[in-house]
């Protein structure tokens, strides 16, 4: 796993809700969690700003899981949606179910929401997106023609509970 993060909280935006240098966990105190609750020896961490580090990058993701909080941070992210393969998806932590209409994918645009820049994204690589509501502010997001769906956890929850009887 790649992890991206300025471990410095934040950057400056134009929010009128975040201020810079908020969420920041240092990279030792982000690497003393994972030590403590998962497996250090397979996390490789970039530190810095999406802006400056995601391009030095050449990485090929497997999947994208994003919790970027800002507009801007998105756009920094959404430079290497490219990258990740048709088949496979981006998760956001800053969705609501709201967002997921019949009709397609629809959210605010502004400083504070992610979704303006998903949606350049997907559409300017040609990916005709489509995604699910999964849980707390969990979406995923996926191409509808060519991308392999996600399962709405209360299926999941479902498949766990009919295996358990």
């Known amino acids: 796993m790649h992890v991206f993060d300025s471990f410095a909280g934040l950057p400056p935006s134009e929010s009128d809700y975040y201020q810079a240098g908020e969420f920041m966990g240092s990279l030792p105190e982000v690497q003393r969690n994972v030590s403590a609750f998962g497996k250090i020896e397979a996390v490789t961490f970039h530190p810095g700003f999406f802006a400056d580090t ?11 899981w994003m919790d970027v909080d800002l ?49 350049d994204a997907f559409r300017n690589n040609e990916r005709d997106i489509t995604g699910t509501f999964i849980s707390g502010n969990t979406g995923a997001f996926w191409d509808r023609n060519r991308g392999i769906p996600v399962m709405p956890v209360n299926e999941l929850i479902r498949i766990k509970d009919l295996v358990q009887s």
Do not use: N, W
């Open 71 to 119: 507009e801007s941070s998105s756009r920094d992210v959404m430079t290497i949606l490219g990258r990740l393969p048709v088949e496979s998806c981006l998760f956001s932590h800053e969705c609501c179910p709201e967002y997921f209409l019949p009709t397609g994918i629809a959210a605010a645009r502004g400083p504070d929401s992610v979704m303006g820049p998903v949606l």
């Open 54 to 64: 995601l391009p030095k990058s050449d990485l090929q993701p497997m999947c994208i």
